[in-house]
Nanobody, 120 residues
Framework: VQLQAFGGGLVQPGGSLRLSCAASGSIFSVNAMRWYRQAPGKQRELVAEITGGGSTNYQGSVQGRFTISRDHAKNTGYLQMNSLKPEDTAVYYC???????????????WGQGTLVTVSS
């Protein structure tokens, strides 16, 4: 199973970006999907999470600006980021709980990071 994240880039303050995270491989289903970020010199932090049922949770600093969503059919998750601020600059990582067969067991996977830079 692989998670591939893409969509990062350079954007001006106030701008928008949409990150995508595609899961591929031997997948029965994808449960929760998450986005983390790690800024230079800081610890990795959870930004947003969406459960298999579609419930969402956000870090307080991104509430109202970021929206996490998913497409079950494509095993893909998204993070729409609006009103970006310089402090949102970080490497963003996707993370997911994946079932590879009909048993309830899930395995947690990480994607590679994608860099988001917010700067004028």
């Amino acid at each position: 199973v692989q998670l591939q994240a893409f969509g990062g880039g350079l954007v001006q303050p106030g701008g928008s970006l949409r990150l995508s995270c595609a899961a591929s491989g031997s997948i029965f289903s994808v449960n929760a999907m998450r986005w983390y970020r790690q800024a230079p010199g800081k610890q990795r932090e959870l930004v947003a999470e969406i459960t298999g049922g579609g419930s969402t949770n956000y870090q307080g600093s991104v509430q109202g600006r970021f929206t996490i969503s998913r497409d079950h059919a494509k095993n893909t998750g998204y993070l729409q980021m609006n009103s970006l601020k310089p402090e949102d600059t970080a490497v963003y990582y996707c993370n997911a709980d994946v079932r590879i067969d009909r048993t309830p067991a899930v395995t947690n996977y990480w994607g590679q990071g994608t860099l988001v830079t917010v700067s004028s």
